[in-house]
Every structure is written in C-alpha cells, then in structure tokens.
C-alpha cells in the first residue's frame, strides 16, 4: 500500500519558519514530480509547489520568493521549507506525487496555523 505522511506543521508567528517533510512508503518516488497543495478553512484546495525528478521547481505565485521545495530521494521523497509565514498561509497541507501526469497520491495532510 502507498502511503504518504506529511510532517512538522504547526503553530508559528508571522514571520516564522516551518519545514514539512513528507515520508513514502510502499514504492519510491525518484522519478516522479512531487508537490505540496493546501486547503484553507472554506477554501478549495490549491497548487503551492511541485519538483520533477531532475529538480525543477514550480511555485504559486502566492509562496514564490518564500517557500522552498526541495527532494532528497534517499530520505524523504519532499520537503517544503516556509519563511516569511503570513496569517494568510494558515491551511492544512497535503505533500502529492504523480502518476504520469495525475496527482494520484496524497497524504492526509498537516496543519499549518500562523498567528498574527
């Protein structure tokens, strides 16, 4: 079974830092794109950040030049580095990977609070 869980929400101050890691199990993910999505309270779901397997990077415009992503595939397969956290960040998020070109797997996602 495929599974993938997410780590190291929480809760942080405006202008603070977490890292999310998110750990797979069942099958490797080296040569997949990974990516990082959240939902905020009421909101739909949205695309934050995305790496394919040779490191090429994707963000929201709303994260850029805040948010890292980045993969280590002998550990876990994703991270997502945040700084510069705003109240507007607070979501759950959920790390994915694809299946060719469907985001086909999904952990079931950390929170994320920043207090103002």
């Known amino acids: 079974q495929v599974r993938l869980v997410e780590s190291g929400g929480g809760l942080v101050q405006a202008g603070g830092s977490l890292r999310l890691s998110c750990a797979a199990s069942g099958r490797t993910f080296s040569r997949d794109t990974m990516g990082w999505f959240r939902q905020a309270p009421g909101k739909e779901r949205e695309f934050v950040a995305r790496?394919?397997?040779?490191?090429?990077?994707g963000y929201a415009d709303s994260v850029k030049g805040r948010f890292t992503i980045s993969r280590d595939n002998a550990k876990n397969p994703v991270y997502l580095q945040m700084n510069s956290l705003k109240p507007e960040d607070t979501a759950v998020y959920y790390c994915?990977?694809?299946?060719?070109?469907?985001?086909?797997?999904w952990g079931q996602g950390t929170q994320v609070t920043v207090s103002s």
């Open positions: 790496i394919n397997w040779s490191g090429g990077t």
């Open positions: 994915a990977a694809t299946a060719g070109s469907v985001w086909l797997y």
